[in-house]
C-alpha cells in the first residue's frame, strides 16, 4: 500500500511510497483510509524525526477488517479513528476504543478534523466543570482547537470571548451562542472562570492575569514558540486559581475516545457543531497543506484526501 513517509529533507518534508501493510491486532480493526488532517504537532514532528517516520493521527475512512474478537464497527461501516503514528496512509489499524461511527450526512473531511483537535477542545473544557453561565476566554479560536472549544462552550451556555487575529474570519463563531471575538487578548474584559490558551508567549502572561478565583488556566500548545512569565506577583491575587498544563492524551482513560468522538460526530450530524476545514486538497502533494498551516493562511484545519 501507499503511505505519506518523512523525508528528512526539510525542502520536501514528505513522499509517497510503498509500505507494508498493517496487521491488526485483537481488539483492533482496519480502516481503509478516506481522510486526514494535519496537527501542528505533527509539523513540528516533521523537522526532527529521521527519515522512513510515518507520521497521521486523525483520520477517517471505511472499516475493511472489523476486529478479530467480534467488538467494534462491521465491515463497511464509516468511521472516525485516533492513531499515535502512521496514519497518512492507504489503511491503518486502530484500537476499537479509539473508533467511532459516523452519522449520515458527516463527511470524511469533517470527521477527519475531529480526533486531536475535537478531543483537546471537549476535555480541556471539561476541566471548567458546569459552563452554564461562566465566563470562558479562547485564544486562538480560529484554529483548529479553539474552533471547536468557543462552539462547545457557548452552546453549553458559557460567556465566551475568542481571541482571533483576524476577528472576521471568525464571524461564524458568533452563531454558536453568547460570543465576544476580540483581536488581542489585551482587550478581553475578564476576569474568566476557564482560560484554555494556545498561544504562549504575552498571551499566557495576559492569560494569567484575566483568571478569576477558583479559576483555570489550561495550557495545551505554544503556537507563538514564545516564552510566557509566570510570577508570584502577578499570579499570587487570583485566590486558589490553577495553571494546567493539558495533553490529550493524558486527560482521562484513552478507551473513552472512541465514546468522545462519537459524541462530536453526532454533534456535527445534527448541527450543532461545525468544523472549520480551511483547506481541503489530495494527499498526492501535500506540501501546500503543510506550508498554508505552518504560515496561518487559512483557518480551521488542513484536511488531506485519498484519490
Given at each position: ?7 528528512g ?7 509517497a511510497r ?7 491486532g485483537?481488539?483492533e ?11 501542528r ?11 522512513g ?11 475493511v477488517?472489523a476486529a478479530a474478537d467480534?467488538s467494534g464497527?462491521t465491515i463497511?461501516?464509516r468511521v472516525?479513528?485516533l492513531?499515535d503514528?502512521?496514519g ?8 476499537i ?6 452519522p449520515?450526512?458527516?463527511?470524511f473531511?469533517?470527521?477527519?478534523s ?29 484554529g ?13 451556555g ?8 483576524n ?7 458568533l452563531?454558536s ?9 489585551a ?7 476557564l ?7 504575552d498571551?499566557l502572561?495576559?492569560a ?6 477558583d ?13 510566557g ?11 486558589h486559581a ?5 495533553y ?6 484513552p478507551p ?6 462519537g459524541?462530536?460526530a453526532?454533534?456535527?450530524g ?6 472549520q ?6 494527499w ?15 483557518e ?7 484519490d
Amino acid at each position: 500500500m501507499r503511505a505519506l513517509v518523512a523525508t528528512g529533507n526539510p525542502e520536501r518534508p514528505l513522499e509517497a511510497r510503498d509500505v507494508d501493510e498493517p496487521t491488526a491486532g485483537r481488539g483492533e480493526a482496519m480502516l481503509g483510509v478516506q481522510a486526514m488532517s494535519v496537527n501542528r504537532g505533527e509539523l513540528r514532528l516533521l523537522a526532527t524525526r529521521p527519515e522512513g517516520w510515518r507520521p497521521g493521527q486523525d483520520v477517517a475512512g471505511t472499516i475493511v477488517q472489523a476486529a478479530a474478537d467480534g467488538s467494534g464497527p462491521t465491515i463497511g461501516t464509516r468511521v472516525v479513528a485516533l492513531v499515535d503514528q502512521a496514519g497518512w496512509a492507504e489503511r491503518v489499524v486502530a484500537p476499537i476504543s479509539r473508533i467511532a461511527a459516523i452519522p449520515e450526512g458527516v463527511s470524511f473531511p469533517q470527521a477527519a478534523s475531529l480526533p486531536v483537535a475535537g478531543l483537546t477542545a471537549l476535555r480541556a473544557l471539561r476541566l471548567g466543570g458546569m459552563l452554564l453561565g461562566r465566563s470562558v476566554l479562547v485564544t486562538g479560536a480560529s484554529g483548529g482547537v479553539g474552533q471547536f472549544a468557543v462552539q462547545l462552550a457557548a452552546r453549553q451556555g458559557a460567556r465566551v470571548t475568542a481571541i482571533s487575529r483576524n476577528p472576521e474570519r471568525a464571524r461564524a463563531l458568533l452563531a454558536s451562542g453568547e460570543v465576544r471575538i476580540v483581536a488581542d487578548i489585551a482587550a478581553a474584559e475578564g476576569p474568566f472562570d476557564l482560560i484554555l490558551e494556545s498561544v504562549g508567549g504575552d498571551s499566557l502572561t495576559q492569560a494569567l492575569r484575566l483568571v478569576g478565583r477558583d479559576g483555570t488556566v489550561a495550557v495545551f500548545g505554544n503556537s507563538a514558540n514564545a516564552e510566557g512569565r509566570v510570577s508570584f506577583g502577578g499570579f499570587a491575587g487570583h485566590a486558589h486559581a490553577t495553571l494546567y498544563a493539558f495533553y490529550v492524551y493524558e486527560s482521562g482513560e484513552p478507551p473513552t475516545f472512541g465514546e468522545d468522538l462519537g459524541l462530536l460526530a453526532r454533534e456535527i450530524g445534527s448541527g450543532k457543531l461545525t468544523p472549520q476545514v480551511g483547506l481541503e486538497m489530495s494527499w498526492r502533494d501535500p506540501r501546500a497543506a503543510l506550508e498554508g498551516l505552518r504560515e496561518r493562511r487559512f483557518e480551521g484545519k488542513a484536511v488531506l484526501t485519498i484519490d
